[in-house]
T-cell receptor, first 112, second 114 residues
């Protein structure tokens, strides 16, 4: 069965610092991978997705993620954190035959 | 702009009440989903529907039922609300082959059962 693991339920970085949110998936077949963001009291919004092709995927708000098959990872990065990036981030995986499976989420805090 | 609309942002219900959560999408999507979100547990799938009048159980269907009489509307029903169903409920929709394409989410309904 597929599963998605996000390392760290809470990550805190200083404004301007690198953001790194970790995600690993388990699957015998490379899945389709997503990162979603949830701002307080709102639904989820797609940041970026990997389906096929280039393994480095660029998303909105300066975020990017790299699919590494050998490490079964899809970590999310942003070179310079902004206060507006404070939110909860969810990694998710799906396959063509099934529903999307979500990780448990990582809350990102930005220190001034 | 694509839209998934949940009928209520906040609800307070009493234990034992029958509760209806409504969701409407305007994207003509075949698939619709109900998730429950709890701290530290992420999103857990309750039910999903891939066509009108079709439904399938997700990971945590106990205590819930759903109805999809029209393509654009997917309702979640709590037959007899209990305090352990206090949570954030998120509705989503997507085109077919959901694993390959993104899901679009509503704003969520925060339900408190007292």
């Amino acid at each position: 069965a597929q599963s998605v693991t996000q390392l760290g339920s809470h990550v805190s970085v200083s404004e301007g610092a690198l953001v790194l949110l970790r995600c690993n998936y388990s699957s015998s077949v490379p899945p389709y991978l997503f990162w979603y963001v949830q701002y307080p009291n709102q639904g989820l919004q797609l940041l970026l997705k990997y389906t096929t092709g280039a393994t480095l995927v660029k998303g909105i708000n300066g975020f990017e993620a790299e699919f590494k098959k050998s490490e079964t990872s899809f970590h999310l990065t942003k070179p310079s954190a902004h206060m507006s990036d404070a939110a909860e981030y969810f990694c998710a995986a799906g396959s063509s035959a099934s529903k999307i499976i979500f990780g448990s989420g990582t809350r990102l805090s930005i220190r001034p | 702009d694509v839209k998934v609309t949940q009928s209520s942002r906040y609800l307070v219900k009493r234990t034992g009440e029958k509760v209806f959560l409504e969701c409407v999408q305007d994207m003509d999507h075949e698939n619709m989903f109900w998730y429950r979100q709890d701290p530290g547990l992420g999103l857990r799938l309750i039910y999903f529907s891939y066509d009108v009048k079709m439904k399938e159980k997700g990971d945590i269907p106990e205590g819930y039922s759903v109805s999809r009489e029209k393509k654009e509307r997917f309702s979640l029903i709590l037959e007899s609300a209990s305090t352990n169903q206090t949570s954030m409920y998120l509705c989503a929709s997507s085109p077919p082959a959901v694993g390959e394409t993104e899901a679009f989410f509503g704003q969520g309904t925060r339900l408190t059962v007292v």
